[in-house]
């Protein structure tokens, strides 16, 4: 054995070539410590005031053994400002679980412990595949990205807030509380100056008045989200297990730990993969080695570089010679390279024996409660981004942007970029994050745009900016039990405001006349984050048709094309002008322009209009269906991809001829039969599986599914031909099995 009980001497040996501020450390942490651990196992770093060690086995005897290695230190040393004290007294702060030992670290973590067992993350790959795969369609057409705000943090970020049960209002002050957090821990060995000091404690608290409150909320619910788990909690007396303080302070470091280092984990590991293409060909080959991939990434290059401890006792490891009292900060990225344990230690080999053989996770008592969810978020996370992009690498000068904390660097930024397909902009699908997440927003203004149309200006009620946008999106409103999909047509994708056009039908469905009737300028309404089938694509050229209310998609369309100095011009037709909306904010496009209105100008000659086929332009439209088809019939001649259409009722299909087949859903692992009068989402639905959907028409795009084979019968109003030809995707509300084959989907 290394350690020792010994007479304290101290400080040395000292290693002059460490520097934890350095961009050799950053650029890579175990590289960096091999050049001093052969000679200097354990040495003493005055810019921490703490001895380093570097090697596997000194790190195995004293991570477990808390009575002589203490966590208390990572919090009781945290210095609070004295104008938090009071709501953050130093008591409270040292309780969090990085920075506890027994007994209260037991208390703590058995309660934690609940919401984060191994078989309930595992039963998250779906879901956690599912928001992957929507994040990416954000910006797959892009061909580069930050990767850690674009996609690592995003998903990890999505995922917290899901499993803590908080809306998206809540995401902004989870992120924050993130990098926070991190500051508030770091600066019990490195010092916050001012002003920076006082701006992090002052988001960092109000964070946990807000995290407090939702805990109280929840001291009764019987909801499965980690919160209530928490908060509900009774030990054997029947009092509460975890004041509501104690569970708001382990949630900022949920907030942390379980977005960060996993966020981290997934962009270190797009770095291995490049530097080893025959890593990224095998875990394409064959998905089951992307856990092996997240593991190898951790152990080659630990998220959490460092774990801290007090020496209780006098010990000398190696050459250096400890006295009780002072902090030890176990080298993770070191000793997870050391020689002496790992065969080829900085080779990145995702065939090793034992992948899961590292302390990235650290080892006893303080293994990290939140490793099910890291493992299989980072390795699916990691399987849905090369999948979709597997041309991905960083940028050529991707550089080293890191919070420089020694115990907690935080990497900023990842630049990365990808060769993007031709048909990636051709459908773009923008849905939302979470596709069951609503907004509770209030109506700032109605106003009556023409005969039988009202708009309605939606505002968030605390005034925070909306989710973001893009021309062509719509959202769900949810009214009087019904729920209906109204484009946004706010001009330039605004997040301050989003503006509907909503058509008076007096026969139509109730959604549309509940709204006329009963919503004002003060009212609530429900709705859904933007999604999007009708992206406007980058073109130089456009020709915009609109009829009736289809004008509201098109008012974003105009205004972006506008914007970006393309050559557009609209035809926009109604019953009267009396019926056409939004006339005087068109006006000032002057003669882009023309209006139709059918009692004085009689009917478009669509193809007439049409006859001429123009170089590098698209055509957009949307109105009712038949001038829909009309406008289809015009367009035929012009190349494919040249027309995009939105429509807000499905097309008739003929069901005499349908008849039963079967579906594999891939992800469940369930095979059943789709009966000739039911769709595959009432059937998936009806046995448990995930499926999502708004309209049931094939016309909002929410419960499109992957098609892994077979071919579909698509009844939707979204896919462009050469989309359906492609057969990558169908909507289940009701496409069905062409010939009644089997088909194999992803859900």
């Not at 035929?636 to 349908?658: C, N, Q, T, Y």
Request: aromatic share 8%; charged share 25%.
């Amino acid at each position: 054995m290394s350690i020792n009980t010994i007479a304290p001497a101290h400080p040395g040996p000292l290693a002059p070539g460490f520097d934890a501020m350095g961009d050799d450390y950053y650029r890579d942490p175990g590289r960096h410590f091999a050049d001093v651990r052969e000679g200097k196992p354990a040495f003493f770093y005055p810019y921490l005031n703490a001895w380093i060690i570097t090697r596997r086995a000194d790190a195995e005897t004293i991570l477990p053994d808390w009575q002589k290695f203490s966590s208390a230190s990572n919090g009781g040393l945290i210095p609070v400002p004295e104008a938090y004290q009071e709501i953050m007294p130093a008591e409270l702060i040292s309780r969090i679980l990085v920075g506890s030992d027994p007994s209260g670290h037991t208390v703590a973590r058995r309660v934690a412990q609940k919401a984060f067992l191994q078989e309930r993350m595992e039963a998250l790959r779906p879901e956690i595949e599912t928001r992957a795969h929507r994040i990416i369609d954000r910006f797959e057409a892009e061909g580069h990205a930050n990767l850690m705000d674009a996609y690592c943090l995003e998903l990890t970020t999505q995922t917290l807030l899901a499993l803590m049960g908080l809306g998206p209002e809540f995401d902004s002050m989870m992120r924050g509380l993130r990098d926070d957090f991190f500051q508030v821990l770091a600066s019990a060995q490195e010092k916050l100056e001012e002003p920076r000091r006082s701006e992090v404690w002052d988001s960092y608290v109000t964070a946990q008045l807000t995290l407090r409150g939702i805990v109280r909320e929840r001291r009764d619910s019987h909801a499965d989200d980690v919160i209530s788990v928490m908060a509900r909690d009774k030990d054997r007396e029947g009092n509460w297990s975890l004041s509501e303080e104690q569970i708001a302070l382990h949630l900022s470091e949920f907030a942390a730990a379980g977005t960060d280092t996993t966020a981290q984990a997934m962009a270190n590991a797009v770095i291995f993969l490049n530097e080893t293409p025959a890593a990224l060909t095998d875990a394409l080959d064959d998905p089951a080695l992307w856990q092996r991939v997240f593991d190898e990434t951790v152990r080659r290059r630990p998220s959490s570089t460092f774990a801290s401890r007090r020496a209780n006792v006098d010990v000398t490891i190696g050459d250096a010679h400890i006295k009780a009292g002072d902090m030890i900060w176990i080298a993770l990225a070191s000793v997870n390279t050391d020689p002496e344990y790992y065969d080829r230690p900085f080779e990145f080999d995702i065939h090793r024996e034992d992948a899961r053989d590292h302390l990235a996770f650290t080892k006893g008592r303080h293994t990290c409660l939140g490793q099910p969810l890291a493992r299989a978020q980072g390795s699916t996370g990691l399987k849905v981004l090369f999948e979709r992009l597997p041309s991905l690498r960083p940028a050529k000068d991707w550089g080293l942007d890191f919070i420089r904390f020694a115990l907690l660097p935080v990497r900023r930024s990842l630049e990365v970029q990808w060769d993007v397909a031709p048909k990636a902009a051709q459908h773009a699908v923008e849905l939302p994050a979470d596709p069951t997440a609503t907004l509770e927003l209030t109506v700032r203004e109605r106003r009556e745009e023409s005969d039988g149309v009202a708009s309605l200006t939606l505002v968030d009620p605390a005034g925070r900016p909306l989710p973001t946008w893009h021309p062509g999106a719509h959202i769900d409103v949810h009214v009087d039990g019904h729920v209906r999909q109204y484009s946004l047509c706010s001009p330039g994708g605004d997040q301050s405001s989003w503006r509907i056009g909503v058509l008076k039908e007096a026969n139509g469905r109730g959604g549309s006349l509940a709204i006329h009737t009963t919503v004002e300028a003060g009212s609530t309404l429900t709705v859904s984050q933007p999604r999007n089938n009708f992206v406007l694509q980058p073109s130089p050229n456009y020709v915009f048709i609109a009829g009736g209310i289809g004008i509201t998609p098109i008012l974003a369309m105009v205004a972006q094309a506008e914007e970006e100095g393309a050559d557009w011009s609209l035809v926009y037709g109604g019953r009267s002008r009396a019926t056409m909306a939004f006339l005087d904010e068109l006006a000032e496009f002057g003669d882009r322009v023309r209006l139709v209105p059918e009692d004085t100008d009689g009917r478009v000659d669509f193809a007439a209009c049409l006859l001429d086929v123009r170089p590098d332009t698209l055509i957009y439209c949307c109105g009712p269906e038949p001038l829909l088809n009309v406008v289809e019939g015009a367009s035929a001649h012009w190349p494919a991809g040249s027309l995009h259409v939105e429509r807000f009722v499905p097309k008739k299909i003929d069901a005499s001829g349908d008849v039963a087949f079967e579906v594999e859903f891939a992800d469940s692992g369930v095979t059943l039969t789709i009966p000739a009068d039911k769709s595959i989402l009432e059937v998936a639905q009806a046995a448990g599986l995930p499926a999502l959907s708004s309209c049931s028409e094939g016309t909002c795009g929410t419960c499109e599914t992957p098609v892994i084979s077979g071919t579909p019968d698509h009844r939707d109003s979204i896919l462009t031909d050469d989309e359906k030809a492609s057969c990558e995707s169908m909507f289940i509300c009701v496409s069905r099995s062409q010939g009644g084959c089997p088909l194999k989907l992803g859900l």
